[in-house]
C-alpha cells in the first residue's frame, strides 16, 4: 500500500508497521477463508446461496448500463431477493450453531479494518503503533492484561480507619476508581488532569494502567514513561541534530491522547529537567491534552523539589488524590510465601 505519512515518510520502520498491516490483513482473510470452506462442506446450500448473492451483485452493477428498464424497480427487486437469501443464509448458520459472523472477516480494528487508514488520515490504532514502536511500548500491552479495571482487587485496601486519615483506604480507593472510570468516560467531553501520591505500593502505577487499558481499548492513544524515561529521551532529542524519528518522538509527547508520567520526582533534578517537564506540562495544558502524573514524593518535598511554575499547575489544574494503606506490594509477598507453605 503506497500512502504517505504526516512526518517520517522515508523511516523504515513505517514500512515494518504497515507490513505488519499487511500481514493481519490477510491472516484475518485467509481465517475467514478457512471458517467460510468449512461451512460450506457443512452446508451446500450455503455455497450456492453465496453464488447466487454474486450474480444478483453483478447482475445490479451491470442494470446501471442497461437502457429501457425501470431501474428504481429493478434494484428494489433484487435487493428483496438478496435480502431474502441473506435471511435464509442467517438461518442456516444459526440452525446449525454457527455464530452469525462466523463466516465474516474479523479484522483486528473494526474501525479501519486493518489497513491503519479511515479515508486518508491515520485510524488511532495506527496513532498507537507508532508511539509503541518510538517508546518501546510493546511491553505495556502484556501489563495491562494484568493491570486493568477487571482484575482490580479491593480487599487489598483495609476498610478500617487509617492513621488520622478522613476515610478507611478502601472508602478511599472506591473514591478513586470512581474518578477514574468517570475520567475514562468522560474522556471526550470534560477536561481533567489527575494527579496520584502516596507512598509505595499502593496501586498508583496500577490504576494509571486500568485507565491506560480502557481508553486504548475505546481507540484513544496513550503514551506510558516514568518521568526518568521521559526525560531520556528528552535529553536524546535535544542534543541530537535534526532527526526525523527524533522529531516524531517529541511531536508524540505532545499529541497523545493521554500522557501518564509515573514516579515523577525519581527523576534527575536539574535545570534542564525541570524546564521540560514545566514545558511539557505546560504545552498539554494549553491545548488541553489530559495527563495523569504518579509521585510518591509527599506533597511538601514536592514544594521543595518543584519550581513554583511547576508546582502552580499541577495544583491549578490536576485534580490531587492522596492514595494511602499497606503497602500491596508487601501482601502480595506476603501470600506468596503463605502460599507456598
Ligand atoms: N488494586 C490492585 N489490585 C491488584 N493488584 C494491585 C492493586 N494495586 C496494586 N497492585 C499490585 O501491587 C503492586 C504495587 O502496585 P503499584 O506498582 O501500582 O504501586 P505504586 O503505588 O505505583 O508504587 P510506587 O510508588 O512504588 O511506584 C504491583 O505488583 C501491582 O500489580
Ligand atoms: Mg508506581
Ligand atoms: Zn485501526
Do not use: W
Request: contains cysteine; neutral net charge; aromatic residues 12%.
Amino acid at each position: 500500500m503506497k500512502r504517505k505519512m504526516s512526518n517520517n515518510s522515508n523511516s523504515t520502520y513505517i514500512n515494518d508497521i504497515l507490513s505488519e498491516y499487511e500481514k493481519m490483513r490477510s491472516f484475518a482473510e485467509d481465517a475467514a477463508k478457512v471458517r467460510l470452506n468449512e461451512v460450506y462442506e457443512h452446508i451446500p446450500r450455503i455455497k450456492e446461496i453465496d453464488t447466487e448473492l454474486g450474480v444478483l451483485g453483478a447482475q445490479l452493477a451491470q442494470a446501471v448500463f442497461k437502457k429501457g428498464i425501470d431501474i428504481d424497480d429493478f434494484i428494489s427487486k433484487q435487493k428483496q431477493k438478496s435480502e431474502k437469501l441473506k435471511a435464509e443464509r442467517a438461518e442456516l448458520l444459526s440452525r446449525h450453531n454457527y455464530p452469525a459472523n462466523y463466516t465474516d472477516v474479523i479484522y483486528k480494528c473494526k474501525a479501519c479494518e486493518d489497513t491503519g487508514f479511515i479515508g486518508s488520515s491515520q485510524c488511532s490504532c495506527l496513532k498507537q503503533r507508532i508511539i509503541d514502536r518510538n517508546y518501546n511500548q510493546s511491553n505495556l500491552k502484556n501489563i495491562l492484561k494484568k493491570e486493568n479495571f477487571d482484575t482490580f482487587v479491593f480487599n487489598y485496601y483495609s476498610p478500617y480507619s487509617f492513621e488520622g486519615e478522613p476515610l478507611s483506604p478502601r472508602k478511599n480507593i472506591e473514591e478513586i476508581v470512581t474518578t477514574c472510570i468517570n475520567f475514562v468516560q468522560n474522556f471526550d467531553t470534560s477536561y481533567e488532569n489527575l494527579f496520584f501520591f502516596g507512598n509505595s505500593g499502593l496501586g498508583k502505577t496500577f490504576l494509571s494502567n486500568c485507565i491506560a487499558k480502557s481508553l486504548l481499548d475505546n481507540g484513544y492513544t496513550v503514551m506510558y514513561q516514568t518521568a526518568s524515561g521521559l526525560l531520556d529521551t528528552l535529553k536524546e532529542i535535544r542534543f541530537s541534530n535534526n532527526d526525523d524519528n527524533l522529531n516524531t518522538k517529541l511531536e508524540i509527547i505532545f499529541s497523545c491522547d493521554l500522557l501518564i508520567i509515573d514516579d515523577l520526582g525519581t527523576e534527575y533534578i536539574t535545570d534542564f529537567s525541570q524546564m521540560e517537564i514545566f514545558n511539557i506540562i505546560n504545552k498539554r495544558l494549553l491545548s488541553q491534552k489530559k495527563m495523569i502524573i504518579s509521585t510518591n514524593l509527599h506533597l511538601e518535598n514536592l514544594y521543595k523539589t518543584y519550581s513554583e511554575r511547576i508546582i502552580s499547575r499541577l495544583f491549578g489544574n490536576f485534580t490531587m488524590y492522596k492514595f494511602y494503606g499497606d503497602d500491596i506490594r508487601l501482601k502480595i509477598a506476603e501470600n506468596r510465601r503463605k502460599a507456598k507453605k
